[in-house]
């Protein structure tokens, strides 16, 4: 029986709302951070945090102790192979503790087909790791994340970065935890790829304008070419702009953005609800973050 379970990438954006859904679920939550003090710091007394690494080993063995499940939510943007190598870790060490569920977020485009884009292979490897494992998995194919929005406010301009020719079906990060949660009470989603895709399909400029006419009334969009964000990134020295460029290069050339169906996510574990409007309003007054 599942009870205790770590989070792997607690503190990020997507990992955070994850661990606090199982919480609520009444799962203990463990969540690992480089820094413990500040995961404690985050999360409070009613979630244990421990302090490791995914590119160490040790720190995995004891983190995962009087766990049975794991969730492994990492960011591979700087170092995209990170994501392969940090999962086949906490396999490695899942194994030597017995855990008896592992859970994954991956990405809705993840397919051979896209392997030529670093992530995407990363990502591709890092599934074919857990599969091999023996260890009971589900791992969630995700679409575009309504939570990016927010970091493509800049004052009083909305900045669209390369091209988006095609529509996402933009998930709301508390709708994914809700599916993750449940996918541990869930016997039929064990060894499961199950795609997570909201109710709405927008293009990238089209959710923007809902998203910027809710929370941000006074932006005007700027489109800006990719490499002119390049030029910018380099000449200002910007790291996470840098980081994120070819991800934006991979949204604007893969053919495949979604390379399966999210039905039996929804059939199996309830289909996301939260609309781009609805997750919109919730978040005014949500200040940005800067580059």
């Known amino acids: ?57 040790a720190s995995l063995d004891s983190a995962l102790q009087t766990c049975q499940g794991v969730h492994i939510n990492l960011n591979g943007m700087q170092d995209p192979d990170m994501e392969r190598r940090g999962t086949e870790n906490v396999l490695q060490a899942a194994l030597k503790v017995g855990i008896q569920r592992v859970t994954y977020l991956s990405g809705a485009s993840v397919c051979e087909e896209n392997c030529w884009y670093a992530g995407t292979k990363a990502k591709f490897q890092a599934e074919a790791a857990i599969r091999a494992s023996g260890i009971p998995y589900t791992i969630f194919r995700a679409h575009y994340f309504m939570e990016s929005m927010k970091y493509l406010v800049r004052g009083d301009m909305a900045l669209i970065i390369g091209k988006h020719p095609h529509p996402y079906y933009w998930a709301a990060a508390a709708d994914y935890a809700r599916l993750v949660s449940k996918a541990y009470a869930t016997p039929a989603a064990v060894n ?55 991800f934006l290069h991979y949204c604007e050339k893969a053919k495949v953005l979604l390379s399966g169906s999210p039905d039996e996510a929804n059939v199996l574990l309830g289909a996301p609800t939260t609309t781009v409007e609805a997750w919109s309003k919730l978040q005014v007054g949500v200040k940005s973050k800067t580059w």
């Open 1 to 57: 029986m599942i009870q205790k379970i770590l989070v792997v990438g607690a503190t990020g954006m997507l990992g955070e709302p994850v661990a606090r859904q199982l919480k609520s679920d009444g799962f203990q939550v463990r969540v690992l951070s480089r820094s413990a003090e500040r995961a404690r710091n985050r999360f409070g007394d009613r979630f244990e945090a421990v302090g490791g690494d995914v590119e160490d080993p």
């Open 192 to 246: 499961k790829t199950l795609y997570v895709c909201g109710p709405e399909a927008f293009t990238m400029r089209q959710a923007m304008q809902i998203f910027t006419r809710i929370v941000y009334p006074e932006a005007h969009f700027r489109n800006i070419p990719l490499w002119m964000a390049t030029l910018i990134a380099r000449l200002g020295n910007l790291k996470e702009l840098q980081a994120v460029l070819p």
